[in-house]
């Protein structure tokens, strides 16, 4: 079965360095999402992306985040300058689409970023 | 705005029997209302959607408008159900997903 992988699946950078998570989506899967989970708190939307566009992003999402989906597979989110708070888990999902206006968004492992 | 309120961050059962994971939310409009599981080591993978209406590893969910829930159930608990469960919705005419803070549910021989 086709699965969303995300890479790497630890990254520990110094606070202010740029880093940038990779996912790989679903082959045929048009949407694509970011989310965050912080240690002990909700599962959190950051951005959803269709047609290589943003299609909706949250107030977590501010200037220093940016996504793109650079050679037509990958889909990276970037953090431009790291803070302590940023240190969570970010998972990519993607969505596909089924009969009678229902959907499920399929999640990949996550990404457990460190910010020192 | 959106909210999804799991009450309980722990519950743990015997095997064999009834559970109940809470799940009340608030939105004004018609959301769609999904359970998601994760496991040990395992991603976050969907569970049951409110629109299927249907059993899932012997798990059902209904959705109540007037209480505003969509409470798990299932009658008989077994080992392997021990997992976070995340309640979700989605509305507006958008696809995101907004996430309860998730209850683990244990299990016990």
Known sequence: EPEV?????????????EVILRCVPISNHLYFYWYRQILGQKVEFLVSFYNNEISE???????QFSVE?????????KIRSTKLEDSAMYFCATLEPLAGYS?????GPGTRLTVT | AQRVTQPEKLLSVFKGAPVELKCNYSY???????????????R????????????????????????????????FAQEEDSAMYYCALSAGGSEKLVFGKGTKLTVNP
Request: charged share 20%; no cysteine.
């Open chain 1, 5 to 17: 992988t995300q890479t790497p699946s630890h990254q520990v950078t110094q606070m202010g360095q």
């Open chain 1, 103 to 107: 959907y499920e968004q399929y999640f």
């Open chain 1, 57 to 63: 992003k949250s107030e977590i999402f501010d200037d």
């Open chain 2, 44 to 75: 976050l993978q969907l569970l049951l959607r409110h629109i299927s209406r249907e059993s899932i590893k012997g798990f059902t969910a209904d959705l109540n408008k007037g209480e505003t829930s969509f409470h798990l159930k299932k009658p």
């Open chain 1, 69 to 77: 989906r650079p050679d037509g597979s990958n889909f990276t989110l």
């Open chain 2, 28 to 42: 004004s409009g018609s959301p769609e209302l999904f359970w998601y599981v994760q496991y040990s080591r395992q």
